[in-house]
């Protein structure tokens, strides 16, 4: 049975987040803002590392947390507040352990899982999306061919969250250029791999923390052994890994959100026009109030979705509502906190801007909310 009680246990990892974030991570903000393509700074990744929160879902026999999707959205939520683009890192990570941790072998389990639980930060990276095949992934042209137990993998990958900084890449090729879908496979790629290189370094408008850059794969050959799964079962394990994922968007984005909300909050208390707060005027106190209910609401609507994976329940509709609600209350909140600070919400002194940069990458990663939308019709 639900209940919207948080146990002590949860409280407490509430408590260390909060503080690992802003003790460790707030003060960097601003600089890792500033990054570009050429440099990383892994600092807030050492931090989460130390913690073993970089990828908490990471079971404990292998040495993680064995978080929860529940308990790991309020990690997220946390983390969002203070860095949405820390936080999609630590969404990277995790999605690159789950198809192992679903359906990965007593080896691949063994050998790749403890590392992302280390004390040291061990970045992972999920490539499905190609120049050629975004929303529509049953046109990934990578291909993946086996002889006698080694598999050749050519072809491109876009857009990878880690790319070129990841121990390893879970990464998804088609065996099969007419039924690319049951044709799919999922391996585990090394990153000491031959012929894996590094392309372009994307610059983004926002999470500029985060490295996300090309991958290409020239002749890379890895053993059957590195094959997640057994064979026809990638596109599952993909769905599976994606309808986990698109939940804990959501707690990014819910997190943000309720940082530009407490934020414009405070200014419209202490910002005096007309003789009197600007929150004595209904137009700004009325947006926070309505900001308030959609916060919980999205918030509510991620813990249902996290709750229902946590006991094995059908969670697909209920995580794209949640990735939805979470990315576009990122979206509104970041905005109407622009709005409330007036021009200085414009400048660069205030983080409201970069909430605004970072909210609006949430609508399009883990399958743009057109795809969650398609999602959710399909199933009604
Ligand atoms: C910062 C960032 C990080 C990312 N990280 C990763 C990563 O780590 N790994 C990875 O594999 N991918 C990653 N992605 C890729 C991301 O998942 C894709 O960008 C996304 O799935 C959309 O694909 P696309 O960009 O090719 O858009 P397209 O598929 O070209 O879509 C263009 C537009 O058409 C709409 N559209 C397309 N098809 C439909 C449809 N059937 N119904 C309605 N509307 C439709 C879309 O909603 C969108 O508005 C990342 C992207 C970004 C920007």
């Not at 576009?328 to 002194?349: H, N, P, S």
């Not at 909430?355 to 399909?378: F, H, M, P, W």
């Amino acid at each position: 049975m639900a209940n919207f009680n948080i146990s002590a246990e949860q409280r407490q990892l509430v408590e260390e987040v909060r503080a690992l974030a802003l003790r460790q991570i707030a003060p960097a903000v601003g600089m890792l803002d500033e990054a570009d393509d050429g440099r990383f700074n892994d600092g807030p990744f050492r931090a989460l590392a130390e913690h073993n929160l970089l990828t908490p879902t990471v079971p404990q026999e292998y040495g993680g947390r064995g978080l929860g999707y529940f308990s790991t959205a309020l990690a997220l939520e946390e983390l969002g507040a203070v860095c949405a683009g820390v936080a999609t890192v630590v969404t990277a990570n995790i999605h690159a352990a789950s198809p192992i941790i679903l359906a990965g072998s007593a080896g691949q389990r063994g050998t790749y899982l403890p590392p992302l639980a280390y004390a040291e930060p061990c970045l992972a990276a999920f490539a499905l999306t190609e120049p050629e095949a975004g929303s529509d992934i049953t046109s990934i042209a990578t291909t993946a061919a086996c002889n006698k137990g080694l598999w050749t993998i050519n072809g491109v990958k876009e857009f990878v969250i880690n790319g070129g900084l990841a121990r390893f890449t879970t990464l998804f090729a088609t065996t099969d250029k007419e039924d690319k879908r049951a044709g799919l496979v999922a391996f585990i790629v090394p990153y000491d791999v031959q012929g894996l290189k590094v392309g372009t370094v994307h610059n983004k408008m926002g999470i500029r923390c985060v490295r996300t850059a090309r991958l290409i794969l020239d002749k890379v050959i890895v053993p059957d052994e590195l094959v997640i799964g057994p064979r026809g079962s990638a596109y599952l394990l993909l769905m599976q890994t994606f309808d986990r994922g698109r939940a804990l968007a959501g707690a990014v984005g819910v997190g943000l959100a309720r940082a530009a909300f407490e934020f414009a909050l405070q200014y419209s208390k202490h910002r005096q026009q007309f003789g009197r707060p600007v929150f004595a005027q209904q137009a700004v106190s009325f947006v926070l109030a309505e900001l308030a209910a959609r916060i919980e609401s999205a918030r509510l609507l991620v813990w249902k979705a996290c709750w229902l994976i946590d006991n094995d329940l059908d969670y697909t509709m209920a995580s794209s509502m949640a990735k939805i609600a979470g990315s576009q209350v990122a979206q509104e909140a970041a905005a109407a906190a622009m709005d409330i600070c007036g021009g200085r919400g414009y400048l660069k002194d205030l983080p409201v801007e970069k909430y605004l940069r970072d909210a609006r990458v949430l609508s399009l990663i883990e399958g743009t909310n057109n795809i969650q939308k398609a999602v959710i019709a399909s199933l009604l």
